[in-house]
């Protein structure tokens, strides 16, 4: 059953949603509302993203991602600052400077919930917009967690089938949404053209195919990651939401009081849910700081402990790897996302804390969370492969112990 996989057919589904890691925008504004405000139309602008677009985008270009949607901003950045002592003072700085060196443009460091850190490039603020790729991979297993907390979705162990129905009596109907999560389901990914330039994202993913048995290896791909989103997506019009967008606005973005920001979708309007959510750093701060906090945030109970605690849990197949999310497993110096993709993500050494998971964004787009150390780190930047996962983390967590 087991297809051959190319290795430039790993790049390609990696870059799919992760080098759209080009981003940040010139908007730095951060409106207020709340979860009744009705989304803006799409964004069209021009013609929807072409492979040239993409090739010659850089940080600084969200415009290059079309459509787009705006997601309204429902909050006040109202997040309080305390004074670091000496040490971490020291570390921070040097975490600062290695960040600068690896084409950081923005670094924010909150401790036990108080930024005591943060440092932008000229022209960069903690609202401004930044395209950190498949950091939406994991805000997408946070809103699976929510579909569960509303009982939307039963289990993470029904089978696909369950939600798709026109995969009834199939073999690729009996995977299972925890397979799909732990990136472990045995389906062939879909092409980078086929996704990325897709009118309508989610008819393509539908038409998946099963290429090996679930369970017998870890492949990170885009289209396991936009399947999810299709299947939530039905989901949540089931229950009366106008889609993914309106979930993810009412029921996360709005009760974490993050600001305005866009999501780039396909032709439809559907998110796309590898790859695309436009927002300032303090707002990827701030999820950061609802997942240490146990899905809490203040008073508000954002998704339950029981779901970011199994969010957490080392997959079968990659101990480094749990639900949609990436953690301290066994340590490799060299992560790979695909076993037959030739990029690597440098790891100088193990993390320093065994409970450490993070958003992984192409090229270094991180949120790091410690809660053993109360630490939270968000860091965006220009796409840099050479870029060393365990550098800040370490510096941050050594200067606690």
């Given at each position: 059953?087991?297809?051959?996989?190319?290795?430039?057919?790993?790049?390609?589904a990696?870059?799919s949603?992760?080098?759209l890691?080009?981003?940040?925008?010139?908007s730095?504004?951060?409106?207020?509302?709340?979860?009744?405000?009705?989304?803006?139309?799409l964004l069209?602008g021009d013609?929807?993203?072409?492979?040239?677009?993409?090739?010659?985008?850089?940080t600084?270009?969200?415009?290059?991602?079309r459509?787009?949607?705006i997601?309204?901003?429902c909050?006040?950045?109202?997040?309080?600052?305390?004074?670091?002592?000496?040490?971490?003072?020291?570390?921070?700085a040097?975490?600062?400077?290695?960040?600068d060196?690896?084409?950081g443009?923005?670094l924010?460091?909150?401790?036990d919930?108080?930024?005591?850190h943060?440092g932008f490039?000229?022209?960069?603020?903690?609202?401004?917009?930044?395209?950190?790729a498949?950091?939406?991979?994991?805000?997408?297993?946070?809103?699976?967690?929510?579909a569960?907390d509303r009982?939307?979705?039963?289990?993470?162990?029904?089978?696909?089938?369950q939600?798709?129905?026109e995969?009834k009596d199939q073999?690729r109907?009996?995977?299972?949404?925890?397979q799909l999560l732990?990136?472990?389901?045995?389906?062939?990914?879909i092409?980078?053209?086929?996704?990325?330039?897709?009118?309508?994202?989610?008819?393509?993913v539908l038409?998946?195919?099963?290429a090996?048995?679930p369970?017998s290896?870890?492949?990170?791909?885009?289209?396991?990651?936009?399947?999810?989103?299709a299947?939530?997506?039905?989901?949540v019009?089931?229950?009366?939401?106008?889609?993914?967008?309106?979930?993810?606005?009412?029921e996360f973005w709005?009760?974490l009081?993050n600001?305005e920001?866009?999501?780039?979708?396909?032709?439809?309007g559907?998110?796309r849910t590898?790859a695309?959510?436009?927002?300032?750093?303090?707002?990827?701060?701030?999820?950061?700081?609802?997942?240490?906090?146990?899905g809490?945030?203040?008073?508000?109970?954002?998704?339950?402990?029981?779901?970011?605690?199994?969010m957490a849990?080392?997959s079968?197949?990659n101990?480094?790897?749990?639900l949609?999310?990436?953690?301290?497993?066994?340590w490799?110096?060299?992560?790979r996302?695909n076993?037959?993709n030739?990029i690597?993500i440098?790891?100088s050494?193990?993390f320093?804390a065994?409970d450490?998971?993070?958003?992984?964004g192409?090229?270094?787009?991180?949120?790091?969370?410690i809660?053993s150390?109360?630490?939270t780190i968000?860091?965006a930047?220009?796409v840099?492969l050479?870029?060393?996962d365990a550098v800040v983390?370490n510096?941050?967590i050594r200067?606690?112990?």
């Open positions: 059953m087991k297809h051959a996989r190319s290795w430039k057919s790993g790049v390609l990696t870059f949603g992760l080098s890691a080009a981003c940040a925008s010139v730095d504004t951060s409106s207020s509302g709340d979860a009744t405000q009705l989304f803006a139309p069209f013609d929807p993203t072409t492979m040239e677009d993409m090739a010659s985008a850089t600084l270009q969200v415009e290059k991602y459509p787009q949607r997601l309204p901003g909050g006040k950045d109202e997040l309080h600052s305390a004074k670091p002592d000496a040490q971490m003072r020291e570390a921070l040097q975490a600062q400077a290695y960040s060196e690896q084409k443009f923005g924010i460091v909150l401790k919930g108080a930024v005591i943060q490039d000229s022209g960069v603020t903690r609202a401004t917009h930044s395209v950190t498949s950091m939406m991979k994991s805000v997408l297993a946070i809103m699976v967690g929510i569960i009982d939307l979705i039963a289990s993470v162990d029904d089978a696909v089938a939600y798709l129905p995969w073999p109907g009996d995977v299972t949404l925890r732990t990136m472990s389901s045995g389906l062939e990914p092409g980078f053209r086929d996704l990325l330039f897709a009118p309508d994202a989610n008819q393509v038409g998946s195919t099963l090996e048995e369970d290896q870890f492949y990170y791909s885009n289209s396991t990651s936009q399947l999810l989103g299947i939530l997506d039905r989901r019009q089931a229950a009366g939401y106008e889609g993914f967008a309106e979930f993810l606005h009412r709005c009760p009081g600001g920001a866009i999501l780039w979708t396909d032709e439809t559907m998110p590898y695309g959510l436009h927002a300032g750093l303090v707002d990827w701060a701030r999820i950061g700081e609802m997942i240490r906090n146990k809490k945030l203040g008073d508000k109970q954002i998704v339950s402990a029981k779901w970011i605690e199994a849990q080392p079968q197949t101990s480094q790897y749990g949609h999310i990436w953690r301290s497993g066994e490799t110096a060299a992560r996302y076993p037959d030739p690597a440098p790891h050494e193990p320093a065994d450490l998971i993070y958003f992984d192409f090229g270094g787009q991180r949120v790091y969370i809660p150390k109360g630490l968000a860091r930047g220009q840099n050479e870029y060393d983390p510096l941050l200067a606690i112990e």
